[in-house]
């Protein structure tokens, strides 16, 4: 297990280092404003459907339903030409309508930013058909425990997009923007021609050609799954996005905030998520395969025994990274950003909306990873309500916060309905089973001494700053 969750975050870490020197060359060229907005507005759409299909959400909704197939060539088959089917219907739809698409996405632009932003988000659009086709391929990798792929291959899209920007240097905004969205869709064919590459290696297109040719001959094999796995589907997704539908709320309603906010709630949100990502995402994708086999087999206690071990590692980790980042929140976003265009001023505002979001870091990990047991359980109706309930008080006290804190009360609403969401995620999980694990005393000394070492080299580094 800890081989592939090593491999996990070793991959996610590289692709992370690219999208943060993506990021600072982002924020040195086009700094923070409308046309930074304009791009990071077209690509919000797309970005969203990345993080819920790539990001495990998929695979924890597909990989039960497809383990339990009796006839899995032709049900991936089926899901895979329902899925892509959809999504070129809802592409084309934007490429017709891009101006309305822009407008749902950025409700608060006025009508001429509206107008400048629409190519973009029609373009950027197209990203969805190569990443729905990667998460597939992904899912399928990952039920033959192969992770290393999916775990590098978003480093692509970084390339892709650098490589964009150097060659767009010197431009005018415009077009900057122009190239930023055609590095997208560069990077997105890059990552599903290495998908395409190694499913092949591992026989996975040689098995879904077996699919195709045997599909219309034997679909009707397939009607109760295809109904179970509708009936589950659209629930584990919404069960499992709250966290990405958070944040594409903090953008719509930053749009009616000053100029330059949404871009702050995004280079600080991109800070937030490489710990969520190199942890908690990267535990919960090795972890996940695994355990459905377990549940799948009747093994309850070998089930356990791999939540136990992944809790506390994951806990530690969390921790560290919640007290470091909210401590060094300046010093990182000025060590990451503050370059060219993006001044001062934008570190200090950038930094704020970090801490705040940080602060929702170790609830939001913890229920990633206590939710695959609802998954692994085909409980996806009840992890569905479990993210309603905290998208609502999302919503709620994005509402209430606007106001009094602008684009920081968007940022701490987001933290604290990850409260919300752990709080019910702890109750589904079995109140009495995760007080037994949060019991060992030795693993939660561990975690007090990593927590007051973290703590020294901070008031250390206080201390010199001082003297110096």
Do not use: C
């Not at 990989?63 to 892509?84: E, Q």
């Not at 988000?121 to 792929?149: C, D, G, M, P, R």
């Not at 919404?238 to 930053?254: E, K, M, R, V």
């Not at 930094?351 to 409980?379: C, F, T, V």
């Amino acid at each position: 297990m800890f081989k592939s969750i090593f491999t996990n975050s070793i991959g996610i870490l590289f692709s992370r280092i690219l999208g943060f020197i993506r990021d600072l060359m982002t924020a040195s060229v086009l700094g923070a404003n409308i046309y930074s907005d304009i791009f990071f507005v077209a690509f919000k759409l797309p970005n969203l459907f990345r993080r819920i299909f790539a990001e495990g959400a998929f695979s924890q909704s597909f990989i039960p339903s497809f383990t339990a197939s009796r006839h899995k060539a032709i049900f991936a088959v089926h899901i895979f030409v329902l899925f892509f089917f959809i999504i070129f219907l809802l592409t084309m739809l934007v490429q017709l309508f891009p101006f309305y698409a822009a407008k749902t996405i950025a409700l608060g632009f006025d009508e001429q930013t509206l107008k400048l932003a629409q190519p973009f988000v029609a373009l950027n659009f197209y990203y969805l058909l190569f990443i729905f086709s990667v998460s597939f391929l992904s899912a399928l990798l990952q039920y033959k425990e192969h992770f290393a792929t999916t775990a590098f291959s978003t480093g692509l899209l970084n390339i892709s997009m650098i490589g964009a920007l150097l060659l767009a240097n010197e431009k005018e905004s415009v077009e900057i923007v122009y190239y930023l969205s055609y590095g997208v869709l560069i990077g997105g064919f890059l990552q599903f021609l290495t998908h395409f590459m190694m499913a092949r290696r591992k026989g996975v297109i040689k098995f879904l050609f077996g699919g195709f040719k045997y599909f219309n001959s034997k679909k009707e094999k397939l009607e109760d799954e295809k109904k179970a796995f509708r009936k589950s589907f659209f629930l584990a997704i919404w069960g499992n996005s709250t966290a990405q539908f958070a944040a594409f709320i903090d953008t719509w309603l930053a749009s009616f905030l000053v100029s330059g906010s949404i871009s702050y709630l995004y280079y600080a949100n991109r800070v937030f998520q490489l710990p969520l990502a190199l942890f908690a995402i990267a535990v919960s994708v090795a972890l996940f395969p695994r355990i459905s086999r377990y549940i799948r087999h009747q093994k309850h206690k070998e089930a356990e025994e791999a939540f136990y071990k992944a809790f506390w590692f994951l806990a530690i980790l969390l921790s560290l990274s919640l007290i470091g980042g909210f401590m060094l929140s300046t010093e990182i976003v000025w060590l990451l950003f503050e370059r060219g265009a993006f001044e001062a001023a934008d570190t200090q505002n950038t930094a704020l909306i970090l801490q705040m979001y940080m602060l929702g870091l170790l609830p939001y990990g913890l229920s990633k990873l206590l939710s695959l047991k609802l998954y692994a359980e085909h409980r996806q109706g009840e992890a569905a309500k479990i993210a309603s309930y905290a998208l609502g008080g999302n919503i709620i006290l994005s509402l209430a916060l606007i106001s009094p804190l602008g684009a920081v009360g968007l940022a701490l609403a987001s933290s604290l309905s990850g409260v919300i969401l752990f709080i019910y995620t702890v109750k589904a999980y079995g109140a009495e089973r995760f007080f037994a694990i949060i019991s060992d005393k030795k693993a939660l000394w561990l975690l007090i001494a990593s927590l007051v070492l973290i703590l020294i080299l901070y008031l250390l580094k206080e201390m010199m700053h001082d003297y110096i």
